[in-house]
């Protein structure tokens, strides 16, 4: 008895340590624009997008990062491959749809920045900040703007108004 819960308690640790496997589930709602709503064997799976930040809801851009977000994935299906579990409680992932990386998608197109705070797999965090630097000479999206604040530093500046998201919801709920 002793051994077969030391090897659970091994198991538990293993997996929790690496990333899960892909698994696939349909987008039924954008949250906002690096947070998902994936719906898999009838539970709703709240995801947030790996190694990027996209403007708050309330800030310039916010909106509109949304937008691209719904644009690109809304009901659709697609693959997510988590990365780990953020403090309040939702999936981290990397999301595929149709071959694409979402994540890197929206930092190509101006919709997100790179998020070096949590961004730690390479090389994948190098290739998110050259298409951001891309972006910025470019002047997509969000980089339009003149000097545009990341959500943490509007965060900081805004802190009446910017708490969590205004949509929140629970892993795992039942639909």
Known sequence: MRIRLCGMVIFCVMLRLSPALAWQGKVVRVLDGDSILVKRAGRLYEIRLYGIDTPEYKQPF?????????????????????????????????????????????????????????????PLCRELQAEEQQARRHRLGLWAGANPLSPSQWKRLNKKSSGRSRHHFRRHRKH
Do not use: S
Request: charge should be positive; glycine fraction near 6%; aromatic fraction near 8%.
């Open 62 to 122: 916010g909106r509109e990062a949304g937008r691209v977000t719904r644009k690109m994935i809304n009901k659709k299906i697609v693959d997510v491959r988590p990365m780990d579990v953020d403090r309040y409680h939702r999936t981290v992932a990397l999301v595929t749809y149709n071959g694409r990386l979402v994540n890197r998608e929206l930092v190509h197109k101006g919709a997100a920045w790179l998020y070096p705070r949590y961004c730690k797999k390479q």
